[in-house]
């Protein structure tokens, strides 16, 4: 209860503000760089950047050759990539002393549809199409691009984890079957294809897994595929769970943990300080869940509940921007929990309309109230980034 009291979840007090999204104005978030790039009038007016880590905008012109579907730089922002059509990706060099006219990569298979593009480094790009995908190596001061390797496969959908370097593919007419392949220094490794159970025999032969419900995150330094199953297969259990799949480098992906959430409706998902934290919109509220904790084993995978109770993520003021005589009006509170969020992995939130980007943050205070079994808090508290200050606290006490 209170403002803010007992909240475990903030906003970080410094988010990127950009320009929000309208007609004129197109909002793009690069998951590698973390950037977004707002691109006014196909580029002709102007793109700004604006990241988390670098705090100095870049901004810059280019010509209006049609809408932008996809724009990102590569890794340290020295070659621009953009997508305008379904066929082929646009470079452009930001390299002192480099030829600075765009060049062009046509996807190699024909008939294929470029899906988007990921930077694996400063001058390695894939092309994900609906029909497989390209690992090209950019040639910056040749103006063109070298095909590393290919691989045929049919894509529904992909998602790329910058952290661990992997793009994940749906696959199969229904989706869930996911192909993960791992990219380093020049090579593309196929890594051990799964599938994802879904809640029940499919009715139909469409596609049942909506990338909406697959997150890639790196928890405690191995990678998961968390997937959010709206209803169990188990039909006395009530809710909505988010099943974890370990990927490993080596050998198979297996199902490890399931988190039960105990309510249905609309969720997003985030991952901070290795902890699983997944927004509710319809009762504006969060729950933790970590992984290393003890749970519950049902003979295949652990089940764990969440950590605390349900709460909001802290109160947030935005503060009014203008001249020094208008900023003593009183900071507009933000409307938490909007239908305009997006959230990106792992701690990003982005809201589109009120053009903020914030990173999620935890706050160990609010816990020791909350958690009353102290082992349990202990538990927790040891394995938290900034733990050492609240864990004198609580020993004092």
Same mark, same amino acid.
């Given at each position: ?17 950009? *320009?929000?999204?309208?007609? &004129?104005? !197109?909002?793009? /978030?690069?998951?590698? @760089? %973390?950037?977004?790039?707002?691109? $006014? ?21 280019? *010509?209006?050759?049609?809408? &932008?579907? !996809?724009?990102? /730089?590569?890794?340290? @922002? %020295?070659?621009?990539?953009?997508? $305008? ?31 988007? /593009? ?280």
């Amino acid at each position: 209860g209170g403002e803010g009291g007992g909240c475990y979840l903030a906003l970080c007090a410094r988010p990127v503000h950009f *320009e929000k999204a309208n007609p &004129v104005n !197109c909002v793009f /978030f690069d998951e590698a @760089n %973390k950037q977004v790039f707002a691109v $006014r009038s196909g580029g002709a007016t102007g793109v700004v950047v604006k990241g988390l880590e670098d705090r100095n905008p870049i901004s810059f012109r280019m *010509e209006d050759k049609g809408e &932008v579907k !996809c724009i990102k /730089f590569s890794l340290g @922002n %020295k070659i621009l990539a953009v997508q $305008r059509t379904l066929k082929s990706v646009d470079f452009l060099n930001f390299i002192p002393d480099s030829p600075q006219l765009e060049y062009t990569q046509e996807c190699k298979t024909k008939n294929a549809n470029i899906l988007g /593009f990921c930077w694996t480094s400063s001058t390695e790009i894939v092309f994900i199409t609906d029909q497989g995908i390209e690992f090209y190596q950019v040639l910056p001061e040749k103006r063109s691009l070298k095909l590393l390797k290919n691989q045929s496969i049919n894509v529904n959908w992909y998602m790329y984890c910058p952290e661990s370097s992997v793009i994940l593919l749906s696959t199969t007419v229904l989706g869930n079957v996911l192909q993960p392949f791992y990219f380093k220094s020049g090579t593309m490794s196929k890594l051990s294809k799964f599938e994802i159970e879904l809640p029940a025999a499919p009715k139909s032969s469409k596609l049942s897994l909506s990338e909406r419900d697959i997150a890639m995150a790196t928890i405690y330094g191995q990678l998961y595929v968390l997937y959010l199953r709206h209803h169990s297969r188990t039909s006395n259990s009530t809710g909505a769970e988010v099943v974890l799949y370990h990927l490993p480098r080596e050998g198979s992906c297996k199902k490890t943990h399931i988190l039960k959430l105990n309510r249905t409706g609309k969720f997003a998902l985030n991952v901070v300080d290795n902890l699983v934290v997944v927004h509710h919109q319809d009762t504006e509220t969060s729950v933790i869940f970590d992984i290393k904790l003890r749970g519950e084993f049902d003979g295949s995978a652990t089940i764990h509940q969440f950590v605390l109770p349900p709460r909001s993520i802290q109160p947030y003021q935005i503060p009014v921007a203008g001249p020094a005589s208008v900023t003593s009006q009183a900071p507009v509170p933000c409307k938490l929990y909007s239908s305009s969020w997006i959230v990106f992995q792992p701690d990003i939130i982005i809201s589109a309309s009120e053009g903020y980007l914030w990173s999620l943050q935890v706050k160990l205070e609010p816990v020791v109230n909350l958690l009353l079994d102290k082992g349990k808090l202990m538990d927790f508290l040891l394995q938290r980034k900034e733990c050492k200050m609240v864990i004198l606290s609580v020993c004092s006490q």
